[in-house]
């Protein structure tokens, strides 16, 4: 059923992002957490590890949620134009499509995560640390793909309670976990330790997704090579975009951390901290984008054009009105959170800093976010992919660089508030014209 093209476009995004939200922010606390009791173990190189390591997960997770934004899609318009047949074959070969995709880059990536690593500025002891992290969590890549193709087959229909339960269960998992695998009173890892914790959580989201979509709601069609073959050829239209789109980011991350690590191992573990709190806080602002590509994409499919452009309006107000009350309670806050977590004088002023103003960098990453959401959904995936590469390479290089060269690392902080604002308000400006331009052409 097309859930979206009827009823409040505002109750519809509070809905589906409060529950997306609840299930996104449990799985983001738990690599919070991961962070944090990392931290108690007493070495700056294992904070620092972690931040090496996850420029190379976010690569890795960036190119699963490009290929969930290709199945939510695909599912969103064969719902809206009410095939059931066509949601279920849509659903089934975009699974067997994300396998096909992510299992090779997981031998390739696992092959060279030293070499990756070195690119990265990583060396010594976090080396060690972060090539053990790795080659224990890359290997579960492929799951991590179908987990996040169900997640996006679960919002494209509107089930607002089990996308939210397939991401909490994966968070519980972990945060149960992760302290008997790091900690002496369990098995005593460490770095190891959280890596298996990270892989189980996993398992258990897949064993989750595979229960709803299979059992509950009957969602797998038979395989037939030849209709394969046609249905791969959609998905690519649109998983190439997306996945470019996506990866785009992980190219700007990589560079920061890249920049930062010149600074030292306590630098780049402020960083990593930072990397940790941002999801958690605003986690709200991912799970809004995960929504609007869904309604956008029914009403689209529909042929609402008035619908899709108040989903837009609606969901910018959204974005300004939570971030600026993070962003409050960040600041209000900053005392209790910064001691947490065991860091340097050093760590410590970075994750200050961020609290005291740059998370209201937010607001212009959500602009960003809701405007690459909506181009995915509206037969343009390739405005978001553009849009996405200028935010990571001249928006982000050229201003991490020159804020470096003038205030040192709280100055690659402010360069990328800077790019982030130009390149939130620039995609807002083009999804205004896109939608001004479908009005005319209706």
Known sequence: MAKYIQGSITRHLLVMTASATTGLMVMFLSDLVDIYFLSLLGEVEIAAAVGFAG????????????????????????????DVCASRETVTYSSISALVITIPLTIIIWFYIPTLLSW??????????????LRIIIPSMPILALVMSAGGVLRARGDAKEAMWLTMIGGIVNVILDPIFIFDFGFGLGVEGAAIATVLSRVAMLGFALYVIVYRYRLLSIFVFARYKQQFSAYLTVAIPAVLTNLSTPIGIAYITYALAQ?????????AIISRIQPVAFAGLFALSGVVGPIAGQNFGANKLSRVHTTLQESIRLVFIYCLAISALLWLGQSLIVPLFNAS??????VYLFCNGISLMFIFNGLTFTTNALFNNLGVAHYATV??????????????????????PEGAFWGMFV???VMGLAGWLLALRLLKRLHCHA
């Open 55 to 82: 420029s190379i997960m976010f690569f890795t997770i960036s190119l699963n949620i490009g290929l969930a934004i290709a199945c939510s899609a695909l599912v969103s318009k064969a719902i809206g134009s009410g």
């Open 120 to 133: 990265l500025g990583a060396d010594g002891q976090a080396l060690i640390f972060a090539s053990q992290y």
């Open 263 to 271: 600074f030292g191992d306590s630098v780049v573990a402020g960083n």
């Open 345 to 350: 004088d050093e760590a410590n002023e970075l």
């Open 387 to 408: 849009m996405n590469f200028l935010k990571a390479t001249v928006g982000t290089i050229p201003f991490v660089y020159f804020g470096i060269q003038w205030g040192g």
């Open 419 to 421: 790019g982030t604002m």
